[in-house]
């Protein structure tokens, strides 16, 4: 590249990839002419914080404005057009036509490589009546967040609704909710955070009703009228203002009509981020990429779009490295993200167990998961809490396949997906994570750490050292393809009869596990016994007992903390209907 | 083990290693008759809280007591001798001769498997006269935390002196300080946490100071008098109240007397934990095990004596494991660790700069680190701060060698140390973690997270797109064999006025970054130009224009800010004399 000064580049897109994109081409080639074209007035903005700047939690809009397009010309030397929109590709010619929103004049411009990081725009679903009333916003832009604030304050709004129940939608309730608004979320699947499953988005379900928030899941919105939403099952939802975060698509229009290739999700790019043609590459939310553990499967996920800051900078530098001759390569996503809900977060890596039910549905029991409580430091040190920590494994060869985590906003929640996230993709076993040297002291960790622990538990179930049901399994059909019923077993309480004074499972009787080997008469020998305590531990412990007396037992996976935190009742009956693997 | 429930097995020691192989015995074999022997009169204690018990910040001793001996009577059916220390052992005939402390009665006990877990013991360094002075106390048992502070009311002493700067010593100071005393620590190194480098340790130095502790480091102990301490230069060092925490000895002498094998610093161990005898284990403190960073290499270090609870916990497991024929195997350390001092964090990981100088110094120029400052989180989202994250890595294959982290005590530098813990033990590269896909929001990272950029940073050195140089290659012979000298370079600000006029290099010359291009003509030909900012991007940036324009550069690592926490002065001298590869 540096041999041939004279190519011009063209980025269509000054946000995240394509901005990363613009510098690091700058950093490899001094002389080479970059221009960006940016269809919206401002580039490199943080969309990432505009929920936050709503409320005031981030105080200046101006703190979002990581660049300005003068900074960027004076230390880049990119020519940065704004307002600025890319109109048509002419391939043949290798020209874009661009459209000037201000002067309203249209150019051509010849390119020699072109980079399209023309981003996702969010949907409006199908079947919304009057999705386009003057009080229908997104909340993706800087100006959709003036827009919000100038109607809130206009018109005096006290209610709204927020459709979609994910990232945006959430962040945005929050926020709208700080600023004392009246907030309902409508989430077309059965719980919020799609990706995850419903027994670890639970608590975070508790926590938007404990703060105010009025969830509605299962909900289809059928139309929005001036000043309530109307669902399918004929309820209305206050909403002066209308929050519209169902999801987003690609932008791929214009490259489809220039006639490169696109999935079904996305524009398709090779590893180097090239398009079907290879002088135009494209990157950030409006590819298709590979998901590194669908990898070898025939899955119609195994290629899909994914609206990720993260990997969008580094595809946009991947871009760069290829058109100026080095091959990096693209190793595919994993899936990582984390949110704040209020006090509350909750991260996730790889797959979750209703994602690994649908991919591994035709081989049932090929994996599992376990679930452990661990707490986040020392819990002699002051400020210790309970994190909760799922992961997902292969019992062919104990790979891990994925991992959730929820807890407490500043208990590392992040840290644990993180190290998950690194896990997942150096391919380690759930033994792997047993051996994990993590960094200990008191204010920090535990000498077992969190993730330790779960490995542990994962170990000893792939060693079988301990068979384990979950408490979805009394509710749904389970990944092995069998039900259980709660009749079926023998329910053994082993916690204090305080604990089980509090709440237990119905029909369980209580022997504390010190009394359990003096009490084992108690236990009968013609039935399975289902042994549980409050986080999994004792409960483990009055399953060795047990099975090493000639006991048929199970342990109730993450005990029963699990089971009020995943959503279900002293039945093991989902809470609210909507548990089911979808 | 299951088939033969009448072994018995005698563990002696109470703590971590001890009790965790205790327990997992325990579960997997119900009947086998375990004893556990513990000296001192409790047992599972969390002595890595005794520090801040002394301060009250662990408001109870009670919260140090993770657990008594009538409850793992009661859960795991093991019997626990207090107070009953292992006299000596007799292999031929496979019985212990133990010492009831309270009764003074000894017994002779029979084993089938002994597990020694008898941990390290403080030491007083050779040469130090007075070190058995009444007032002279370590800080490691519930015993001495109580002693301490009887001392301390009954005296009324108000000035005390920790004679050791690691873990234990700087968690003395810290929670001395905290209950009013005046408080000196005396490191014999050149500088505290001998194992970090001296330019990672240097802002938890200042933390120090700036909490009114007096460190004086290169400074050997000669005389301990009843309110002094006496150094060698001769200075006295104030000190009603001594604390010994100059590193600990793993207690052997007891096996060794058995005839079981030693190395140089701990008892020789399989990776079953197996000594020399196969029917007896030992594991924790006392023994040595290997460096995973040191395999292959013929090093004196490569097998270790570390008291460090993680592994010891973890060890206690596999000894039982193997004890009930599970051949579960220990893989050796890599050193993780993290701690506190008042406000900040610092955590390590792997391998040091000067601990690799030393170990690849046969062969410069093998190994190279970079230095970078990335935010915990989304710079715009409120409490933000900046960490200090220093990688080393192979410059043959760019292997990630080892890592150090600094910063704000609540700003993850736990997470950022766990990160590339996890990936030094999977044997990433340094291109692999460019690729890492970690959690993003802007509440808890950034698209381009800290482990992210150093690996672009390192990424950038080992395919030779910037050539770096260190503060400390000016202040030191370097690992590549050679020493700069500033009057070799053009000294080449590309901050602004502003930052420039708060502080800069001897001699430098300031061109804002935006105005280089501009201003080339005053960027000397006949002289290699050291580029530098604040934290090392704008340097970089300049040092690609200056490249790519014909000049022959390097880029300052880190920046000025490493320059100022790395503990050098503005002529990239160090500012005190300890800076010192050691």
Sequence with gaps: MSSNPNKRIIIAGGVAGGMSCATRLRRLSEHTPITVLERGPYISYANCGIPYALSGVIPTDDALHVQTPEKITAWFNVDVKTNTELVSID?????????????????????????????????????????????????????????????????????????????????????????????????????????????????????????????????????????????????????????????VRARIDIPKAAGLQAGKTGL????????????????????????????????????????????????????????CGKETRYRGNIGTWVCKVFGKAIGMTGLSSHQLDEIMGVEKGRHDWVTVHPVNHAGYYPGSCRLTVKIHFDLKNGKLLGGQVTGPENAGVDKQTDVLAVALTAGMTVEDLEHLELAYAPPFGSAKDAVNMAGFVAGNVLRGDVEIVHAADFAFETSKGRRKSLQDFFLLDVRSPKEFANG???????????????????????????????????????????????????????????????????????????????
Tied chains: 1, 2.
């Design 268 to 323: 398709a790019v090779n590893e180097f981020m090239q398009t079907s043609d290879p002088d135009v590459y494209a990157v950030g939310d409006m590819v298709e990429t590979p998901n590194m553990l669908l990898r070898g499967l025939d899955h119609p996920d195994k290629n899909k779009m994914l609206a990720l800051a993260g990997p969008a900078n580094r595809q946009g530098r991947l871009a760069a490295d290829h058109i």
């Design 504 to 582: 237990h499972i119905d029909g369980a009787v209580n022997i504390p596990l010190g009394d359990l080997r003096q009490r084992l008469d108690e236990v009968p020998k013609n039935k399975p016994i289902l042994s549980y305590c409050q986080v999994g531990y004792r409960g483990y412990l009055g399953y060795r007992i047990l099975k090493q007396d000639g006991y048929d037992a199970v342990n109730l996976d993450g005990g029963y903390r699990a089971v009020f935190e995943g959503g279900f009742d002293d039945g093991l009956k989902p809470v609210i209907k909507r548990w089911a693997p979808n």
């Design 91 to 247: 391939r043949e010619n290798k020209t874009v036509l661009v459209h000037d929103r201000i002067s309203g004049q249209k150019d051509i411009m010849p390119y020699d490589k072109l980079v399209l990081a023309l981003g996702a725009e969010p949907i409006t679903p199908r079947g919304i009546e009057g999705g386009d009333g003057e009080h229908v916003f997104h909340l993706t832009t800087l100006a959709d967040l003036d827009s919000i604030r100038e109607y809130i304050k206009a018109k005096g709004a006290k209610t709204v609704a927020v459709i979609g129940g994910a990232f945006i939608g959430l962040e945005a309730a929050e926020n709208l909710r700080l600023l004392g608004l009246q907030v309902s979320v409508i989430e077309r699947l059965s719980h919020i955070f799609p990706p995850a499953d419903a027994d670890m988005v639970y608590p975070l379900e508790k926590e938007l009703n404990a703060h105010g928030v009025n969830l509605v899941t299962d909900a289809a919105v059928t139309k929005i009228l001036p000043n309530e939403v109307e669902l399918a099952s004929g309820q209305q939802v206050p909403a002066e203002l209308v929050i519209m975060a169902a999801g």
